[in-house]
């Protein structure tokens, strides 16, 4: 972690009724962090909480006017025993990685890269690109019996939206109310 504070507030936590304190409302300040050619706010971890859940590094990028650059620029790197959740609100990313795979991520679509073993991956801007990106990665800590898998990529080309209570809710992950990820068959 680059976050060097020797002395960060205290923040209790908790809200069953086995723990002592009240449930908290917990903001986190993100700070940036050089990703290639890109600038991303980083929300996990910080120094006093490492995780939520399972998530271990939360990553957002943009909004970003990247039309006269050449947007994200990600060389190769590995990952080993987690894996990442892509997802774009504007824009277009080109997923590579040591697989084989290659695929573009536009706004609605969702790559899942398993990392498990090893892979190694690169993010970019295709050379002609829109001129806003703007998305999110969050990563998840695979658990003891998944972190040396064999590695995987997978694409889902769209995402289901629950409506209800005058909310839409595109479903990344998971279901909610009947509402399945086409990402989730294969967490189960």
């Known amino acids: 972690m680059s976050n060097l504070d020797v002395r960060p507030p205290v923040t209790v936590c908790g809200g069953r009724g086995d723990v002592l304190a009240d449930p908290v409302f917990d903001v986190l300040p993100g700070r940036t962090a050089p990703l290639g050619a890109t600038a991303v706010r980083r929300l996990l971890p910080t120094l006093g909480r490492r995780m939520v859940g399972a998530w271990c590094f939360l990553d957002h990028y943009g909004p970003d006017d990247i039309a006269t650059s050449p947007g994200m620029q990600v060389p190769p790197h590995p990952h080993i025993g987690l894996q990442t959740v892509s997802w774009l609100l504007e824009g277009e990313v080109f997923h590579r990685d040591s697989l084989g795979s290659a695929q573009l991520l536009r706004p609605g679509t969702l790559g899942l890269m398993t990392a498990?073993?090893?892979?190694?991956?690169?993010?970019?801007?295709?050379?002609?690109?829109?001129?806003?990106?703007?998305?999110?990665?969050?990563?998840?800590?695979?658990?003891?019996?998944?972190r040396h898998r064999a590695p995987s990529w997978e694409f889902h080309e769209s995402l289901p939206v629950w409506t209800g209570a005058g909310v839409d809710a595109r479903v990344l992950l998971g279901d909610l109310d009947g509402a399945r990820s086409p990402g989730w068959s294969t967490r189960r």
């Open 116 to 146: 498990g073993a090893a892979i190694a991956h690169s993010e970019q801007s295709p050379p002609v690109h829109p001129s806003l990106l703007h998305g999110t990665q969050l990563w998840v800590a695979l658990p003891d019996a998944e």
